[in-house]
């Protein structure tokens, strides 16, 4: 089998149907495939929504993990010699799947292809960038990211970067099971850094592949309940890769430079309608001290796991 199409679902179910929807209409004619779904003990019912859909393998998860392990999971289980990681809110628009797998199979030397991300509008989204680094910091705390780190946006032609956003992309999975999948230490934000990092020190390159295109709807920016934890996990997980990668010096300074970035967006926000200056400061302080207190998505899944578990054993006690 050539593709195995991969989809982490949570709580997602009206986007997870829209994926799958586009799965099934896009597909190139002649490339056997499959689709599997993880469902990472959605509350909503998707699981029951795709289930019985015909060409779907269905992976349910009784508890709720971190997408860097659900990834694995999905890795591991896939039959097909490449694999299109999608989330479950991501659209693949026509075409897509047939130039992502041409990118790879006329470069055996890569092992990601990522598609071009647009937003529900239909403009491009940043989704290519430069590894992490000092640099990249330096570049982020002059307001230079988007010349300096981003490398999405620049021309039609499929080229070299340091790694793409994981919404929508091929892996080879040879290479995937070469560098041991996902690191699970990382809940998500960051999982995918460090995969590719792993990948291009293994050898293998990273691709960004402009003809490409999946719509990236984003749910979770909708989720202004959440949005703390999000902030939160995204800073731990950053700093997780830093750690991971780079000296304790090198680590030091770029918490102090990504803080300062946010500094001058939190006091702008303060003028602006509509923009939250308490929520750049957040960023701020969870920039600078990101191994700090606060609760991130890995914590809410652990509360969530544990409701599930009390639920089960009061439903046991009254049978």
């Known amino acids: 089998m050539e593709l195995s199409y991969c989809v982490v679902n949570t709580n997602a179910r009206e986007h997870l149907l829209t994926c799958l929807e586009a799965i099934r209409r896009?597909?190139?004619?002649?490339?056997?495939?499959?689709?599997?779904?993880?469902?990472?003990?959605?509350?909503?019912?998707?699981?029951?929504?795709v289930r019985d859909q015909p060409g779907v393998r269905l992976i349910a998860r009784e508890r709720r993990a971190g997408l860097a392990e659900n990834n694995s999971i999905l890795l591991r289980e896939a039959k097909g010699e490449f694999c299109l990681l999608l989330n479950e809110d991501a659209e693949i628009q026509p075409g897509a799947a047939a130039a992502l797998l041409e990118a790879?199979?006329?470069?055996?030397?890569?092992?990601?292809?990522?598609?071009?991300?647009?937003?529900?509008?239909?403009?491009?989204?940043?989704?290519a960038w430069r590894l992490p680094s000092v640099g990249s910091a330096f570049a982020q705390a002059a307001f230079l990211h988007r010349r300096l780190v981003t490398e999405s946006g620049h021309g039609p032609e499929t080229t070299e970067v340091g790694w793409v956003q994981s919404?929508?992309?091929?892996?080879?999975?040879?290479a995937a099971t070469e560098v041991n999948y996902y690191d699970p230490s990382f809940f998500v934000y960051s999982e995918e850094v460090d995969f590719q990092k792993r990948l291009r020190d293994a050898g293998w390159t990273v691709l960004h592949v402009p003809a490409a295109r999946a719509t990236h709807h984003e749910q979770l920016a909708t989720d202004r309940a959440g949005a703390g934890r999000r902030v939160v996990q995204f800073h731990r997980g950053r700093d997780m890769y830093m750690r991971k990668h780079h000296s304790a010096p090198a680590v030091l300074l770029c918490r102090l430079l990504w803080a300062w970035s946010y500094v001058p967006r939190a006091i702008a926000?303060?003028?602006?309608?509509?923009?939250?200056?308490?929520?750049?400061?957040?960023?701020?302080?969870?920039?600078l001290r990101p191994r700090g207190g606060g609760?991130?998505?890995?914590?809410?899944?652990?509360?969530?796991?544990?409701?599930?578990?009390?639920?089960q054993a009061v439903a046991a006690r009254t049978r």
Request: with cysteine; glycine share 4%; charged share 25%.
């Open 26 to 49: 896009t597909n190139p004619p002649a490339v056997e495939h499959e689709i599997l779904v993880l469902d990472n003990a959605s509350a909503d019912a998707s699981a029951d929504a």
């Open 104 to 127: 790879l199979r006329s470069d055996p030397e890569a092992a990601i292809a990522g598609a071009q991300l647009l937003d529900p509008d239909g403009a491009e989204s940043p989704c």
């Open 167 to 174: 919404a929508a992309m091929l892996v080879r999975r040879q």
């Open 269 to 287: 926000a303060a003028f602006m309608p509509g923009r939250s200056s308490r929520y750049y400061w957040l960023h701020a302080r969870r920039a």
């Open 295 to 311: 609760e991130g998505m890995a914590e809410a899944a652990e509360a969530y796991n544990r409701r599930l578990s009390s639920d």
